[in-house]
């Protein structure tokens, strides 16, 4: 998913993954702090929280896309990793018979020369993951006549593991792409998991508390401010006038307040 998806202030890769002031500067949020008790602050607020929402409903989204990948992905790894463990007892069986012939020292010089094996890669993306495939292998099994060996002096048991070996590298460079890429879609999804629970389980809940905080604390001072003015109209009778007008003006910037916030249990 491009970054360009993501709201303002939201990394999709590096979101609560680190910690301290890098955590809370990834999204622009700082749990901890308490927000003043500030009309102004409170429709910063608010924004805050409608675009932490919305970063939190594209990493589930993003969440979900990497689970599918990974369980399309899995499937063939897991029928590789069978066909290596098959492999690997069987040349290691046929390595114990031909050392029972031949050797350590014999089977050393058997497998002069050593071989050089030439493997081009393609580097590729997966949801913003770079990931490797092979592209161009050579064939690893060989005859008695590629290996370079006496076909007297090899004997059957030396063949046959070299055989065996072979099949065995075969397996692992067709399987070494897939269980990378399985590995790393099991880490994007442990991490968007963790981006997810923080963003819907600690900084929503903590931004609406603080918010419902803020909301009562201004409620309360506007009624108090109403008191104080309907105190002094009753004490002075030409302020009357005044008091009423700004009293109108408190109300009329408390509603263009709820007005603005979608979510407010005052609109209707």
Same mark, same amino acid.
């Given at each position: 998913m491009a970054d360009g998806l993501f709201p303002v202030g939201l990394n999709?890769?590096?979101?609560?993954?680190?910690?301290?002031?890098?955590?809370?500067?990834d999204c622009g949020v700082t749990p901890g702090r308490r927000l003043a008790s500030t009309r102004i602050e409170l429709l910063r607020a608010r924004r805050q929280l409608q675009r #932490?929402?919305?970063?939190? $409903?594209?990493?589930?989204? /993003?969440?979900?896309?990497? #689970? %599918?990948?990974? =369980?399309?992905?899995?499937?063939?790894?897991l029928d590789l990793r069978e066909r290596l463990s098959s492999a690997a007892t069987e040349a290691a069986?046929?390595?114990? !018979? %031909?050392? %029972?012939?031949?050797?350590?020292?014999?089977?050393?010089?058997? $497998?002069?020369?050593?071989?050089? #094996?030439?493997?081009?890669?393609? &580097?590729a993306v997966v949801w913003g993951i770079a990931v490797s495939d092979v592209t161009d292998r050579p064939p690893m099994v060989r005859t008695l006549d590629a290996?370079?060996? !006496? &076909?007297?002096?090899?004997?059957?048991?030396? %063949?046959?593991? *070299?055989?065996? =070996?072979?099949?065995? *590298?075969?397996?692992?460079?067709?399987?070494?792409?897939?269980?990378?890429?399985? /590995?790393?879609?099991?880490?994007?999804v442990s991490r968007a998991t963790r981006q997810m629970r923080t963003l819907e389980e600690r900084i929503v809940p903590d931004l609406e508390r603080q918010i419902g905080t803020v909301r009562r604390q201004l409620d309360e001072r506007e009624?108090?401010?109403?008191?104080?003015?309907?105190?002094?109209?009753?004490?002075?009778?030409?302020?009357a006038a005044q008091s009423s007008v700004?009293?109108?003006? !408190? #109300? $009329?910037?408390?509603a263009a307040i709820d007005d603005d916030d979608p979510g407010s249990p005052d609109r209707s």
């Open positions: 999709p890769e590096g979101l609560w993954l680190r910690s301290g002031s890098d955590k809370q500067r #932490v929402r919305h970063g939190a $409903s594209l990493v589930r989204r /993003r969440r979900e896309a990497l #689970v %599918a990948e990974l =369980f399309r992905a899995a499937r063939p790894a069986g046929a390595l114990l !018979d %031909a050392l %029972a012939c031949h050797g350590y020292s014999g089977l050393a010089n058997l $497998s002069r020369p050593a071989r050089v #094996v030439i493997v081009e890669l393609r &580097p290996r370079g060996t !006496d &076909p007297g002096l090899t004997g059957p048991s030396a %063949a046959d593991t *070299a055989l065996r =070996f072979e099949q065995l *590298a075969d397996l692992l460079l067709e399987a070494a792409p897939r269980e990378q890429r399985v /590995r790393r879609l099991g880490d994007a009624r108090e401010d109403r008191l104080r003015l309907k105190r002094l109209a009753m004490r002075s009778g030409p302020g700004l009293g109108g003006l !408190d #109300v $009329s910037v408390s």
